[in-house]
């Protein structure tokens, strides 16, 4: 089962930031959170992941709470190409744990 | 560097008849993960391998569905004796290390059984 619990929806205008936000009050120590999408039925696409501190890359930025019980995906400025579903996902460092585990994510529409 | 590649992308099975999914890894990844989505549903976690060897299979079926990512070669999801409800997108994901990699996704294939 998913360990993280997200909005089911979410939409956001063109241009604007859209900010995706996700709880994961049982997050492990050693356990990261990760972040995909998936757009129409395409592969799962990687966007970025974090231990504790935020991390930013040239798709998107990812704020985790001190405590590292939520998160929150920034995508800076969103295109229609971002209308897709989003997952967060906390995975483990060792052995089995390491599957990725998807829950239900968050639609995100981008309207123009 | 090629992306994960899974072949083929569609295929079509009559009621009784067996599946063989293929996936390659990216190059130098050794760590293959299966997962499955059935139309309208979320990707759902089916077996976790390594070279030569089973890791996770705690989301594969008990019978009729077996995988394996042998030595050389790519790694294989057998499905026997193929029923309507095994219809899905099959998708496989790599990675090189267990973490903190990502894991890199194929494009599926979509399995149709009629």
């Known amino acids: 089962d998913a360990k993280t619990t997200q909005p089911t929806s979410m939409d956001c205008a063109e241009g604007r930031a859209a900010n995706l936000p996700c709880n994961h009050s049982?997050?492990?120590?050693?356990?990261?959170v990760y972040w995909y999408r998936q757009i129409h039925s395409q592969g799962p696409q990687y966007i970025i992941h974090g231990l504790k501190n935020n991390e930013t890359n040239e798709m998107a930025s990812l704020i985790i709470t001190e405590d590292r019980k939520s998160s929150t995906l920034i995508l800076p400025h969103a295109t229609l190409r971002d209308t897709a579903v989003y997952y967060c996902?906390?995975?483990?460092?060792?052995?089995?744990?390491?599957?990725?585990?998807f829950g239900k994510g968050i639609t995100l529409s981008v309207r123009p | 560097n090629a992306g994960v590649m899974q072949n083929p992308r569609h295929l079509v099975r009559r009621r009784g008849q067996e599946a063989r999914l293929r996936c390659s890894p990216m190059k130098g990844h050794s760590h293959v993960y299966w997962y499955r989505q059935l139309p309208e549903e979320g990707l759902k976690f089916m077996v976790y391998l390594q070279k030569e060897n089973i890791i996770d299979e705690s989301g594969m079926p008990k019978e009729r569905f077996s995988a394996e990512f042998p030595k050389e070669g790519p790694s294989i999801l057998r499905i026997q004796q193929v029923v309507r409800g095994d219809s899905a997108a099959y998708f496989c994901a790599s990675s090189p290390r267990i973490t903190p990699d990502e894991a890199f996704f194929g494009q599926g294939t979509r399995l149709t059984v009629v």
């Open positions: 996902i906390v995975r483990a460092l060792t052995g089995a744990n390491s599957k990725l585990t």
């Open positions: 049982t997050i492990s120590g050693n356990e990261y």
